[in-house]
């Protein structure tokens, strides 16, 4: 009965091919969605994030904005429950939220191999590690800058040696530059000497995050500068926060398009079912039960959502590892990436919606009467 099934889809290509278009334009829009809103959900609920503290200035937001004396790690190195303290500095070329921002983080090139996981990939660490201007380029901010070890890489008035590029378990971490903290603090046209955007804190295993960071805001609330101390998650959360509404916004837009996918199919197989009216009566009367005709029709409109929904999400799929897209914001990046979850949910959901499709159409095809079906012209 599948080949009924194809020939019968054949037989009105063109209605065939505007219906897996349009089922395949809405599962594209709707895989591009929900990666936006998984890459938010990684980046705020990662263990190390949650594990992790920022030390930031208080009320700033922007990291231009943000200046925090370095001695500072020194201070909240003595206070219990702290592991060790990695002064960073951030520099990047737009504040504002963007697909193609530069962010650059200096940091100790000794410290940042136990606070960050990085694997270099390409070249090596060594000129990061003894060169003042070396540097560490993330895979995806390398791949769309189109750059490679060994490359002089300039923005504003950055530029640097790359000395290598990395990977890292964390997607939004491989859109960053690492850097000596010592060349953004001392580069052309800034002016941190002797100061950093933020302190990052490792934690002891058995200490309480929510009172350690109070702790440290209440000894800092006597320095030059107060802070306002978060976990990393919670960080990027706020710093994020103008985005997120808007994120959350666009699952309704996901929504909408599975609806559309909805739409589309029922509509194409109500239309199918009509023009053979007949055909499923001579059907009955050649011994089709009306639970196989119902079968066939569901089959019919499953086979279109999936079709359609595997083309589409295919082509989001295919263009977000290619493009590996982010979108960052204040400093923080927020990686629009593919995964397997996102593959899976995409066909869960097509055969899914294709069966809620169909149901309609195969009632009307089941309880076909024989008779009047026959007399219509």
């Not at 290509?13 to 897996?20: A, G, K, P």
């Not at 959900?41 to 990662?46: G, L, N």
């Not at 500095?89 to 504002?96: E, I, L, P, S």
């Not at 690492?178 to 990052?200: C, F, I, K, R």
Request: charged fraction near 15%.
């Amino acid at each position: 009965m599948l080949r009924y099934v194809i020939k019968t889809l054949l037989r009105h290509r063109t209605r065939t091919l505007l219906t897996i278009g349009g089922a395949a334009v809405a599962m594209f829009v709707f895989c591009f969605v929900e990666a936006i809103q998984e890459g938010l959900r990684k980046m705020t609920s990662e263990s190390e994030s949650n594990r992790t503290l920022v030390v930031y200035q208080e009320n700033r937001f922007c990291p231009s904005t943000s200046h925090l004396p370095i001695d500072y790690a020194r201070e909240i190195a003595k206070i219990p429950g702290v592991a060790e303290v990695m002064p960073v500095q951030v520099w990047t070329n737009n504040c504002r939220a963007s697909l193609d921002v530069v962010v650059f983080n200096g940091v100790d090139p000794q410290l940042i191999k136990r606070f960050r996981k990085l694997e270099v990939i390409e070249g090596s660490a060594t000129g990061f590690e003894t060169e003042s201007n070396g540097a560490l380029v993330g895979r995806t901010l390398a791949s769309r800058r189109g750059i490679k070890a060994g490359d002089t890489f300039s923005i504003g008035p950055m530029s640097v040696k790359v000395s290598g590029i990395f990977r890292s378990p964390v997607a939004a971490e491989e859109n960053v530059i690492y850097t000596p903290v010592s060349y953004l603090q001392m580069a052309e046209g800034t002016d941190n000497a002797g100061t950093v955007t933020l302190h990052e804190v490792m934690v002891a295993p058995d200490a309480d995050l929510n009172a350690l960071a109070e702790t440290i805001d209440q000894a800092m609330k006597n320095g030059p500068v107060p802070t306002k101390t978060r976990t990393r998650g919670a960080f990027m959360a706020h710093a994020v926060s103008d985005l997120v509404d808007f994120i959350r916004f666009t699952a309704w837009l996901g929504y909408a398009c599975l609806g559309l996918v909805l739409s589309i199919v029922a509509t194409t197989t109500v239309m199918s079912v009509q023009d053979r009216i007949k055909e499923y009566a001579v059907l009955q009367t050649l011994g089709i039960r009306p639970a196989t005709a119902a079968r066939l029709v569901l089959t019919e409109s499953t086979t279109l959502c999936i079709v359609g929904g595997l083309v589409g999400a295919g082509l989001a799929l295919a263009m977000l590892a290619w493009f590996r897209f982010a979108m960052t914001t204040e400093g923080v990046s927020l990686a629009i990436l593919p995964s397997i979850r996102l593959g899976l949910l995409a066909g869960v959901l097509s055969v899914s919606v294709g069966l809620i499709a169909g149901i309609g159409p195969a009632i009307q095809a089941a309880q076909t009467p024989i008779v009047a079906a026959l007399r219509q012209e």
